[in-house]
């Protein structure tokens, strides 16, 4: 765990890149309202268009276009059909007029025009006519009226085009049969053999030939094949409606709307100040998750001491921490809170010190909260047991601390010395004097651990001014609560004081009790539920937690080492990434 911690805080990422994209993705997961409400907002929208949109019908015909020709079969036209011009053509208001006269429906071509698309397939002479109806015949018949009227006007023009060079041609050759008649008749007037007579045979021949030229011009232009184009596919009524049905619809709409909800997510959590996950809390601490605390009820608000699995949780941290390197070292430990109410802290600073004591160490707690102390009133001293305060002399002159040690019984974990808080004039003062750091010097002593209890380090400066006496750090916070802001401002107070961050523990909860749910039996005993741990217990006295101590330390060379453990629940990675256990 101290090798982890030193990865985290040298800056190393503390997750590899596929353990942070589940992170987030997790993360993403916790606005499940927004998705929610981005696959309804999906839904809707593809069941209105379903509905309001109703079924379309799309009638399809083709017909390949050509020029005017003599002879079909040429195998290589001279002219190429420009099909951009021809397109345009077809879906001009010319062919819908046309198309709107064939129907019957005359002055409402541009309504007619609304349902047709023309198409041109790349690479080819072929125009593809296709409309849309709510109807099947009437997209049908729509259909092949449009091409009926394309073709009708692509003939109309070629014949068009046709009698017009028939007109010019004739118009030219109108003049040469005049002036070939004024040939014939001066020929017949004329002798043959003369010179006069050989050069109007000559004009006449000249004459002939052109006229000749222009019939042939004109046999042509009237021999054209003035057909437009064929029709090669024929518009029939469509089986089955186009475009995406309701179903579909309906499927798009969910998909469309995972991703808006998923969009929506992202965003805020992009804009979320507040930390969501273990991965958060380590990345802005730069130190580990030593545990969450599982969420539990709470019927007692004044008992601190824990019970079942959050109990067992509270024994994890504690087992990690003692074998921490780092806290090894000097065994004083500050628990604090980032903001808020001091409640939680004050719940976990007991039952670690209970937990350190069940260890066999000799553990106090110190209540450094100053401003307003409760310890003193929620825990009772063990009876039977003479408070330490009654040995120690006071050296404080009757402020804080006045070597006033009370003892608590844990019940089970055994007995440890409390320092309750006192209200003072001077809190900074109390807190830097002397007396409290030869207190906290107690830590040196052989089996010894102190654990302080301090206000927010954001709200008042009391948890700096012992940070460097007691040197490790443990923050307790609920990260739905807290900010990224404030756990990075909590590092560069504590790191800029001298001390270390020894890891961080989450909850959502605030309480200190869970009830027995019943289910499997605890600590040997059978029936449905296991005793409850006292909450101030008086059977024990500070001569029998010492006999207990010294059976402890007698049994340490035959006991198995894992036997030590056996109390301590081993942290589900999926609890850590979830930032709660399950009930």
Sequence with gaps: MSAAREDVRGGGHPYDEPDLLRDQFRQLLRYRLLIVCGIVLGLAGGGWLGLTGGETYIATSEVTVRMPTADPFTATPVDRVAMGSERRTAASDLIAERAATELGMPGQARALK??????????????????????????????????????????????????????????????????????????????????????????????????????????????????????????????????????????????????????????????????????????????????????????????????GRLAEE????????????????????????????????????????????????????????????????????????????????????GGWPAGLRVPIDAGESGIFDLVPGRRVRNVPRALTSPATTQLIGHADAKGAVVVVLAPPVLSYADAIALTDRVDGVLVVCDPGQVRRDDLARVRELVVGAGGVLLGAVLHSWGTGHEPDRGGEPHDGYDGDEAPARPRIASEGTRERERERRAARAAQADYRDVGSETLGLRVLDPAELEDGSSRQ
């Design 114 to 307: 609304s349902g047709l698309t023309v198409t041109n397939p790349p690479n080819t002479e072929v125009l593809r006519f296709a409309y849309s109806a709510s109807d099947p015949n009437t997209a049908a018949l729509r259909a092949n009226a449009f091409v009926d009227a394309y073709l009708a006007n692509r003939r109309a023009d070629a014949e068009e085009t046709i009698e017009h060079n028939v007109a010019s041609l004739e118009g030219q050759r109108g003049p040469l049969l005049e002036r070939r008649a004024e040939l014939e008749a001066e020929l017949d007037a004329l002798i043959e053999g003369t010179a006069a007579h050989e050069s109007a045979v000559a004009d006449l021949s000249t004459v002939t030939g052109q006229i000749s030229e222009l019939n042939a011009s004109i046999s042509r232009f009237l021999a054209l094949d003035t057909t437009g184009g064929r029709v090669i596919t024929e518009a029939r009524p469509p089986g089955s409606p186009a475009g995406p049905g309701l179903p579909l619809l309906l499927g798009l709409g969910y998909v469309v709307g995972i991703g808006l909800g998923l969009l929506a997510a992202w965003v805020r959590l992009v804009f979320d100040p507040t930390v969501r996950s273990p991965g958060d809390v380590t990345r802005a601490l730069r130190a580990p998750v030593l545990g969450v605390l599982p969420r539990t009820g709470r019927d007692h608000p004044d008992q601190l001491l824990a019970e």
């Design 314 to 397: 509270y024994r994890s941290v504690a087992f990690r921490l003692a074998y921490d390197e780092t806290f090894a070292q000097r065994r004083r430990l500050l628990v604090v809170a980032p903001r808020g109410s001091i409640e939680t802290p004050l719940a976990a600073s007991v039952n670690l010190t209970a937990a350190f004591a069940e260890m066999g160490m000799d553990a106090l707690l110190v209540e450094a909260d100053l401003r307003t102390p409760s310890l003193a009133e929620q825990l009772r001293q063990a009876d039977g047991v003479r408070p330490g305060w009654a040995q120690a002399p006071d050296r404080s002159g």
